[in-house]
């Protein structure tokens, strides 16, 4: 029998459904479509991207259910159009949902959920946020003008977004391709010589506290983006930390987020031992062997601005670490600017370029018409490149949003070793450069050489001047 595949909004976390009529894949929550066939890379490539050996028992049991009399001042919020369940003090009113804007949010009794054992309270003020935005939108020269125009950024909610935290450690070996070169110059020839070697590396490296966000309403890269949080100013969980904010109640479970967890751990294990490969011109991974020693979990929330807003019939949502201010988000880009930014590149660099290149013929006294064909090509190409460059980096501007590949952050940065061997294994070599050798003139002589001293024309010895 086939697996039956669900593919996820990477919106909302909803799942997608085929639409008929657009022939795409569409979310009948925040109703965002996408193009079949991305979605199902994103999902293969999320498969793929594994590391051997990498499972872990994961210790849960110190996680606690119980809020006490704390429960007594809860109130719990389920949102008809996403799904999100949403705790908050009892003086807090909800009007709409953070994730998905709907405004009918119904109140139910609050049912209990596990109590987090950490709480980084809210550290920037909501106009703060609103300004950080502002400030976002101005740096996006693609950006266009009625996107700006058309946010209600005093809409941006202040959410507790529930987290795993995961502690560990992790053990690696692996093998690695390293090389150095020098180069020997033998008669006519420049010849360059590279050394191959192996590389073992054998250790460990720890890990606390690795983030991995538990709502299916919240998007993982988006997550991922505005790490780090200053893990200085994690609290004991209080429900004093609440008022005036909403909180999100974990829906995604942690042994779904095993895998998360151990994918960076695993990759940084990897990058800590490939670090201690130094001296080499180049290094790469041969084989690889990472495990995950039984860690532990534990809960928290985390605080995050977040602004939902349409544009084009399209969804955008943008995060704001409610700590350190860092925002991130992806933009719309305006195909106008963007033809008018490459064309005006282009055609600047070839005005400045071509008169460069025109005074520097006529400096030199070269043929101008026999130069001007190939001048004006080189130019054009150096123009297009400039133009393409200039609108590649402006685009880059536009998607801030990217996964975590790692957890770095989340140890001292070093792997203990315990295997730490390199050995040589053999030489290459390639000629880099030939010298030309000028045939001797006619008194056998080369051309580029002087006479010797003795034997000059005119019978003039070093003392005959």
């Given at each position: 029998?086939?697996?039956?595949?669900?593919?996820?909004?990477?919106?909302?976390?909803?799942?997608?459904e085929?639409?008929?009529?657009?022939?795409?894949?569409?979310?009948?929550?925040?109703?965002?479509?996408?193009?079949?066939?991305?979605?199902?890379?994103?999902?293969?490539?999320?498969?793929s991207?594994?590391?051997?050996?990498?499972?872990?028992?994961?210790n849960?049991?110190?996680?606690?259910?119980?809020?006490?009399?704390?429960?007594?001042?809860?109130?719990?919020?389920?949102?008809?159009?996403?799904?999100?369940?949403?705790?908050?003090?009892?003086?807090?009113?909800?009007?709409?949902?953070?994730?998905?804007?709907?405004?009918?949010?119904?109140?139910?009794?609050?049912?209990?959920?596990?109590?987090?054992?950490?709480?980084?309270?809210?550290?920037?003020?909501?106009?703060?946020?609103?300004?950080?935005?502002?400030?976002?939108?101005?740096?996006?020269?693609?950006?266009?003008?009625?996107?700006?125009?058309?946010?209600?950024?005093?809409?941006?909610?202040?959410?507790?977004?529930?987290?795993?935290?995961?502690?560990?450690?992790?053990?690696?070996?692996a093998?690695?391709?390293?090389?150095?070169?020098?180069?020997?110059?033998?008669?006519?020839?420049?010849?360059?010589?590279?050394?191959?070697?192996?590389?073992?590396?054998?250790?460990?490296?720890?890990?606390?506290?690795?983030?991995?966000?538990a709502?299916?309403?919240?998007?993982?890269?988006?997550?991922?983006?505005?790490?780090?949080?200053?893990?200085?100013?994690?609290?004991?969980f209080?429900?004093?930390?609440?008022?005036?904010?909403?909180?999100?109640?974990?829906?995604?479970?942690?042994?779904?987020?095993?895998?998360?967890?151990?994918r960076?751990?695993?990759?940084?294990?990897?990058?800590?031992?490939?670090?201690?490969?130094?001296?080499?011109?180049?290094?790469?991974?041969?084989?690889?062997?990472?495990?995950?020693?039984?860690?532990?979990?534990?809960?928290?929330?985390?605080?995050?601005?977040?602004?939902?807003?349409?544009?084009?019939?399209?969804?955008?949502?943008?995060?704001?670490?409610?700590?350190?201010g860092?925002?991130?988000?992806?933009?719309?880009?305006?195909?106008?600017?963007?033809a008018?930014?490459?064309?005006?590149?282009?055609?600047?660099?070839?005005?400045?370029g071509?008169?460069?290149?025109?005074?520097?013929?006529?400096?030199?006294?070269?043929?101008?018409?026999?130069?001007?064909?190939?001048?004006?090509?080189?130019?054009?190409?150096?123009?297009?490149?400039?133009?393409?460059?200039?609108?590649?980096?402006?685009k880059?501007?536009?998607?801030?949003?990217?996964?975590?590949?790692?957890?770095?952050?989340?140890?001292?940065?070093?792997?203990?070793?315990?295997?730490?061997?390199?050995?040589?294994?053999?030489?290459?070599?390639?000629?880099?450069?030939?010298?030309?050798?000028t045939?001797?003139?006619?008194?056998?002589?080369?051309?580029?050489?002087?006479p010797?001293?003795?034997?000059?024309?005119?019978?003039?010895?070093?003392?005959?001047?």
């Amino acid at each position: 029998m086939g697996n039956v595949q669900n593919y996820q909004c990477p919106s909302c976390g909803g799942p997608l459904e085929f639409d008929a009529q657009s022939s795409k894949l569409k979310c009948p929550y925040c109703e965002s479509t996408f193009e079949p066939d991305e979605i199902a890379s994103q999902h293969e490539q999320a498969e793929s991207d594994t590391f051997d050996n990498q499972g872990a028992s994961w210790n849960t049991s110190q996680l606690s259910g119980e809020w006490g009399q704390d429960a007594a001042s809860m109130k719990e919020y389920s949102c008809p159009s996403c799904g999100a369940s949403i705790i908050c003090d009892e003086t807090t009113a909800a009007t709409s949902c953070p994730y998905c804007e709907n405004p009918t949010v119904v109140e139910t009794q609050f049912q209990g959920s596990l109590r987090p054992d950490y709480i980084i309270p809210f550290k920037l003020q909501k106009k703060q946020a609103v300004d950080a935005l502002k400030s976002f939108y101005k740096d996006k020269p693609l950006l266009p003008n009625s996107f700006a125009e058309q946010n209600h950024l005093e809409e941006v909610k202040g959410v507790y977004v529930p987290f795993w935290f995961f502690d560990g450690t992790a053990y690696g070996s692996a093998m690695f391709h390293a090389t150095k070169s020098h180069t020997l110059i033998q008669s006519d020839e420049t010849i360059k010589i590279t050394e191959h070697f192996d590389c073992e590396r054998s250790g460990d490296i720890s890990f606390k506290l690795v983030p991995v966000d538990a709502s299916k309403q919240m998007d993982d890269d988006l997550m991922d983006s505005i790490e780090p949080y200053d893990y200085e100013e994690l609290k004991p969980f209080s429900t004093g930390f609440l008022p005036g904010y909403l909180a999100n109640i974990h829906d995604v479970s942690v042994e779904d987020c095993f895998e998360r967890a151990n994918r960076r751990c695993a990759a940084t294990c990897l990058l800590a031992l490939k670090s201690t490969v130094v001296g080499y011109e180049t290094c790469q991974t041969t084989s690889k062997n990472i495990t995950l020693k039984e860690g532990t979990v534990s809960y928290g929330l985390l605080p995050v601005y977040l602004l939902n807003t349409r544009f084009e019939d399209k969804l955008y949502t943008f995060a704001i670490n409610g700590q350190t201010g860092k925002i991130v988000g992806n933009l719309p880009s305006s195909s106008s600017k963007a033809a008018l930014r490459f064309f005006k590149r282009f055609f600047t660099t070839l005005v400045v370029g071509g008169g460069i290149a025109f005074a520097l013929m006529s400096f030199m006294g070269s043929n101008i018409q026999e130069m001007l064909v190939p001048g004006i090509s080189i130019v054009s190409i150096i123009s297009l490149i400039v133009a393409s460059v200039s609108l590649a980096s402006a685009k880059s501007k536009m998607r801030t949003v990217a996964a975590a590949s790692g957890a770095l952050q989340y140890t001292d940065g070093n792997a203990n070793l315990n295997v730490m061997n390199d050995s040589f294994r053999y030489e290459t070599k390639s000629v880099v450069q030939r010298t030309r050798t000028t045939p001797p003139n006619n008194n056998g002589m080369n051309m580029h050489e002087s006479p010797p001293f003795g034997n000059r024309p005119n019978g003039h010895g070093r003392n005959g001047w």
